[in-house]
């Protein structure tokens, strides 16, 4: 089994490149915005818990998170393997990511860190904004605001998985296509050793 996550700020490009690698490497792609909207869409009980939360405009513990991606990965047991994108964003995290996959007789595998200059990040969101219908894309402060938050609090995040030499740079910016090619020059390796 193969365990990836895709890693970097709002607007790296994350969920497009996750998509493709899911495909191109049989891998369950596991999204936290798709999970929060598939729990609460169902009304499940870990939707319902994490709606309370949302609804007094408060973040949901970890522990709701962690639910969500263990249902998901019960759901899938033909999988081989997953690739996480958005999470985890802190440091507890990814030790509680570490413990679950652990529990699996599993691991994180590599964590692939699309690094995208802040102009170039403020003019995709700007760009996307346009189309995506979301506010918080069509505001430069918000968007600035967005990579300031992740540069202080979800990079950590590389430095722990830096830590057990499992975490690589991608340079992010070009075509899609050729961003895809350098995350599977790094998974080819991974891939064969799982």
Excluded at 5 to 10: A, E, S, V
Excluded at 139 to 165: C, G, H, L, M
Aim: with cysteine; charged share 25%; net charge negative.
């Amino acid at each position: 089994m193969l365990n990836l996550i895709l890693f970097g700020p709002p607007g790296s490009g994350k969920g497009t490149q996750a998509t493709k690698l899911a495909e191109q490497f049989g891998l369950v792609h596991i999204s936290t915005g798709d999970l929060f909207r598939y729990e609460i869409g169902n009304d499940t009980p870990l939707g319902k818990e994490a709606k309370r939360y949302m609804d007094q405009g408060q973040l949901c513990p970890d522990t709701v998170t962690i639910g969500m991606l263990r249902a998901k990965v019960e759901r899938h047991p033909e999988a081989g393997g997953f690739i996480f994108d958005g999470f985890p964003r802190t440091v507890a995290q990814a030790k509680a990511l570490d413990r679950l996959l652990t529990g699996m007789n599993e691991q994180v595998d590599a964590l692939l860190a699309l690094e995208v200059p802040e102009d170039e990040i403020t003019g995709r969101l700007l760009e996307r904004g346009k189309t995506s219908g979301r506010s918080d894309d069509q505001d430069e402060a918000i968007i600035r605001n967005r990579f300031a938050v992740y540069q202080a609090e979800t990079s950590p995040v590389y430095d722990y998985y830096d830590k057990s030499a499992k975490a690589n740079r991608i340079d992010g910016v070009g075509s899609i296509p050729d961003i895809l090619g350098r995350l599977v020059a790094e998974i080819e390796p991974l891939k064969q050793l799982s």
